[in-house]
Structure formats: C-alpha cells, structure tokens
C-alpha cells in the first residue's frame, strides 16, 4: 500500500514568507507526528496528533509553527514569517495508533529560507 | 523528558566486519527502542526495534541488545556490505504522554568493499 507522502518535497522561500507543507499520512492511521531535521542532525519532535486533536505541541519552536489536522488524516505544518533558522527537513510520521509503536516516515520536506 | 546519547558519531569499518552502535537513555519508563537507518536524501526506515520486556532480538545481520538496569541499547550489525553504508538513528519512546520518539544525533556508518 501507499506509504506516508509530503509535498512539496523543496520548498525555498525568502525570510518573512509564510509556507505550509503537508503531509498524508497512511490511510487509517491515528497518529501522526511532525519531526524537524537539520543538517547531520537527528529528527526532533514538533508536534503529535492522535486522529484531529493535538495532544503534543510542546516541540514547536515558535508560535510562528502551527498545525493541524481538522479532519484526522491530512495534516499541514505552516510556519509564518519564516526565518533562516527554520532551514531543514520537516519530517511526518504515521503509526497506527497507541497499541502499535512503529513509526513510518515520509520522504520530507527540504525547506530553504533565503 | 527524555534524553538519548548515541556513539559513536562516526564508524567506518572493512566489508565482512561486524559494526556496533550504542545509545543510552535517561527515562526508566521507556519501553520501545527502535533503529532507523537513513541513506542520504532519504526518509528514516525503520530496520528493527525492541520492548523492554526482552532483552535482545535478532533479525538476519542484526541485533538489537537492551540492558535495562543500565539503560542503554545497542546495534550490532555482521557481515557488513557496501549497502549498509548510511546513518543510523537510535530512538526512544518518550513516556511522559506523547507518543513521541527522542532520537540520537546518529552515526554515520561507512563500508569499505
């Protein structure tokens, strides 16, 4: 089956412009997660959606980040007035659910910020 | 919260030889470990993962080993091929209400043919 996709895959912008990324995760999975990823880094937590609540916005760098997913499948990160520091790969992650602990990534999102 | 170390942060080893990553971790309540090995431009895969109610599990060319009373998890991956050459990311459940995974900063795996 389809696996966990992101558009775009790069997106570049210039410091002070709003993007939105979003994410579709597998079909009928309850979780999904956003993961922030610099450079030779690990991915770091953003944010966590169990069907179209938040539970975890505690990773979010700012309240220029924000997210959602209103219907419990897609979900969109935007960040606002973006920033050089917000350069990275933004991450989703599905899982199907609390019972199951795999986690399945998409291929991401390489942000630039000019 | 959380907090995972992980070591070394580069291994480069001849093919045929074993590798061998560690990480440890700093909540006791955690209970799921998973590997993710990621190649260059690519999404993270998971490629094995353990619970903390065994202590070891093996899959073909690699093994996962978990000491609890220590906290720490390790990779060991044998007879290692040109392929395996990525990084690779040890992770661990956060317990603390989310569902999120707390990652080490990965290890760069080469290997020499």
């Known amino acids: 089956g389809a696996g966990v996709s992101q558009s775009p895959r790069y997106k570049v912008a210039k410091r002070g412009q709003d993007v939105a990324l979003r994410c579709d995760p597998i079909?009928?999975?309850?979780?999904l997660f956003w993961y922030q990823q610099a450079l030779g880094q690990g991915p770091e937590f953003l944010t966590y959606?169990?069907?179209?609540?938040?539970?975890?916005k505690s990773g979010l760098p700012s309240d220029r980040f924000f997210a959602e997913r209103p219907e419990g499948s897609v979900s969109t990160l935007k960040i606002q007035r973006t920033q050089q520091e917000d350069s990275a790969v933004y991450l989703c992650?599905?899982?199907?659910?609390?019972?199951?602990?795999?986690?399945?990534f998409g291929p991401g999102t390489r942000l630039t910020v000019l | 919260g959380e907090n995972v170390e992980q070591h070394p942060s580069t291994l480069s080893v001849q093919e045929g030889d074993s590798a061998v990553i560690k990480c440890t971790y700093s909540d006791s309540a955690s209970n799921y470990f998973p590997w993710y090995k990621q190649e260059l431009g690519k999404r993270p895969q998971l490629i094995i993962d353990?619970?903390?109610?065994?202590g070891e599990k093996k899959d073909q060319r690699i093994a996962v080993t978990l000491n609890k009373t220590a906290k720490h998890f390790s990779l060991h991956i044998t007879e290692t091929q040109p392929e395996d050459s990525a990084v690779y990311f040890c992770a661990a459940k956060d317990q603390g209400g989310s569902e999120k995974l707390v990652f080490g900063k990965g290890t760069k795996l080469t290997v020499n043919p």
């Open positions: 959606f169990q069907n179209e609540a938040q539970l975890d």
């Open positions: 353990i619970r903390s109610n065994v």
């Open positions: 992650a599905s899982s199907a659910g609390l019972a199951y602990n795999e986690q399945f």
């Open positions: 079909s009928g999975h309850v979780s």
